[in-house]
């Protein structure tokens, strides 16, 4: 079986559209730098609501700094003729906190992992659904150390369970995750250490008050 290119599949779907009449897009997004790119890249075929919905961020005071980022990135962008919404979903880490019963020891990049990216998605496409928006996805597979065929097989899941079309992505394709870095530097963005949970946090902090 041939792997797919995701990114393909986007560029394919955006050249069949009437950017005269964008279809609206809610976008799941997990920060401001993995986002920055995205919605630049987005913003020229759809009408986009930003989503942040992140339970897996279990210190509170992170969870809302990465909030005050997306939101001033999202204004500046908005300076720029674009007209990108901004809804807060609610900060729920006991919801993930109960998720990941049982799977405390698994690897980053494991059967946690998979969860917490369909914890997100599944809300994601709930507000997506009840909203009635034409597509939704997720910042998610900007990073290389996420595994983008899980999350389209994920998107693409839930979707067909709640009758909304999900958008493929490979944002990192096409230098997008570089292009993210740039733009996270343009606009000083605060760019995190870890993905958000205690797990993650304890990967990238071997030793207390180090760096990865």
Known sequence: ????????ELDALTASINTEKKPSLLL????????????????EFFDITDYYYNPNITIEEEYYKRIGELERLIGIYNKDQNNIRFVRGEYE???????????????????????????????????AKENGFDYFTTTLSISPLKNVSWI???????????????LPSDFKKKNGYLRSIELSRKYGLYRQDYCGCEYSKRRDYPVKGGRK
Do not use: D, T, V
């Open 152 to 166: 389209n097989e994920i998107g693409e899941r839930l979707g067909e369970e709640y009758g909304i079309k999900h």
């Open 93 to 127: 880490p006991e919801i993930f906190n109960e998720m990941a019963k049982g799977l405390e020891n698994e690897p980053e990049g494991g059967k946690r992992c998979y969860r917490c990216y369909e914890l997100r998605m599944r809300k994601a496409c709930e507000y």
């Open 28 to 43: 799941h997004s997990c920060c401001a730098p993995c986002s920055s790119y995205c919605l630049m890249y987005l913003a």
């Open 1 to 8: 079986m041939n792997k797919r290119n995701y990114q393909k």
